[in-house]
């Protein structure tokens, strides 16, 4: 199969990694507190590591201070708009450890990408906390690499969904999507999990690589043809009369920009509709396929898709 050792590293160790919040952040030998201010209250150490809104109102102002008091950092709300939530929380893989704190504006605080949720994520330096940019909103959460630590962004294309890695530069204090994913990790969409036999049929051209101007072959896609993605690939599996098509991997042009409805500085990272690929193996050839007529052209149906 046509991944490199990156992506296939990529693929098999995207877990999630545990986060952990309390009262007090222990990091790089130093210990740091969430203070925060309540509309018309001083401000105050949460004895929690999480500050709400209440029945008095949301969150005017949040710091983070060390163990003497100093504070490391802080944030107001936008006027007019105070936080409803704010938690400290830190997570460590691999030798690397990033403290961060989630905010947001909205009622509800679930798990996945949520545009209102922006995070701000610092390096635990052993003197003191250095802020990583830009803040984020919009990522899944964070991806257990042999490295270290990466963010992840999962997204709906329709026919597909795929996930990007976001590195934390530490040369630089920067947050970059990772360089050189040749290819990401693709995955069904929700609720279609299942592969069977496809109706589609028909010519397609299948590329030798993720470009419009690559080497291109003309393969037939037989009625009745098996779809299966990568995650249910099994060595040991009888094999299926008829034609399989293998759906290996996902590639689109991304990149971080301003995000909509968001404080200046605050990005997201964001894909290209108009230039989706996929990976495929089928009839002993390996190559991508892009447009929504080659993803039904192989049995994929869309859906709601992200953009």
Same mark, same amino acid.
């Given at each position: ?109 679930? /798990? ?119 995650? /249910? ?75």
């Amino acid at each position: 199969m046509a991944f490199t050792s990156f992506v296939l590293l990529t693929l098999l160790s995207q877990v999630p990694v545990q986060a952990s919040s309390g009262a007090m952040v222990r990091a790089s030998g130093h210990t740091y507190g969430l203070f925060c201010s309540q509309e018309g209250e001083l401000i105050r150490a949460s004895e929690t590591g999480l500050c709400e809104k209440t029945e008095s109102g949301g969150v005017q102002r949040f710091e983070i201070r060390d163990e003497t008091g100093e504070v490391q950092f802080f944030q107001d709300a936008p006027a007019g708009s105070p936080f409803s939530y704010v938690g400290i929380f830190s997570v460590e893989n691999a030798g690397r450890e990033i403290l961060y704190v989630d905010t947001s504006h909205d009622e509800i605080h679930g /798990s996945g990408p949520n545009p209102t949720h922006l995070i701000y994520y610092f390096d635990p330096t052993p003197s003191g906390l250095v802020a990583f940019n830009p803040p984020m909103v919009g990522v899944d959460g964070f991806a257990h690499l042999s490295t270290g630590i990466a963010l992840s962004r999962t997204f709906n294309a329709g026919f597909f969904q795929f996930s990007v890695l976001l590195d934390f530069n530490v040369a630089n204090h920067h947050i970059e999507i990772m360089p050189d994913q040749i290819a990401f990790p693709a995955f069904p969409p929700p609720g279609r999990q299942k592969s069977g036999p496809s109706p589609a049929a028909g010519e397609i051209k299948i590329y030798s690589s993720h470009e419009s101007g690559a080497p291109k072959t003309d393969i037939k896609i037989a009625p009745g043809h098996v779809v299966k993605w990568w995650q /249910s690939l099994d060595p040991g599996e009888k094999l299926v009369a008829g034609q399989v098509v293998k759906i290996l991997a996902a590639w689109a042009p991304t990149s971080l920009k301003p995000a909509d409805n968001a404080p200046e500085g605050v990005r997201m990272v964001y894909y290209d509709w108009n230039n989706l690929w996929l990976q495929i193996q089928v009839d002993d050839h390996t190559g991508w396929i892009k447009g929504t007529s080659g993803f039904r052209m192989i049995g994929l149906e869309m859906a709601n898709a992200q953009r």
